[in-house]
Nanobody, 116 residues
Framework: QVQLVESGGGLVQPGGSLRLSCAVS????????MNWYRQAPGKEREFVAG????????YYADSVKGRFTISRDNAKNMVYLQMNSLKPEDTAVYYC?????????WGQGTQVTVSS
């Protein structure tokens, strides 16, 4: 079955960096676009970044553009989110996502806390 496992979250000071990873299995990874979403306490889950099947196209929410970079390694079935210049408002649980034939699949999430 489809499995998405995020890692790399933690506590970081404002201005710091983190790299999130998502290991995937159970589907043809190299044929599917991948996304990162996040959900802050009391808020709805929101799109953060997306990447096409071959990495040729990337998409970002305006709030993270220029600070976050999504990438993938199709040989390793991994997708990454490099987060730089982190702000307190980036604090959230970050989720890896894939949509396959109209069904959304999610990982368990990884907590990112930006605080001094």
């Amino acid at each position: 079955q489809v499995q998405l496992v995020e890692s790399g979250g933690g506590l970081v000071q404002p201005g710091g960096s983190l790299r999130l990873s998502c290991a995937v299995s159970g589907f043809t990874f190299s044929s599917n676009a991948m996304n990162w979403y996040r959900q802050a306490p009391g808020k709805e889950r929101e799109f953060v970044a997306g990447i096409s099947w071959n990495g040729g196209s990337t998409y970002y929410a305006d709030s993270v553009k220029g600070r976050f970079t999504i990438s993938r390694d199709n040989a390793k079935n991994m997708v990454y989110l490099q987060m730089n210049s982190l702000k307190p408002e980036d604090t959230a649980v970050y989720y890896c996502n894939v949509a396959i034939f109209g069904s959304n699949y999610w990982g368990q999430g990884t907590q990112v806390t930006v605080s001094s």
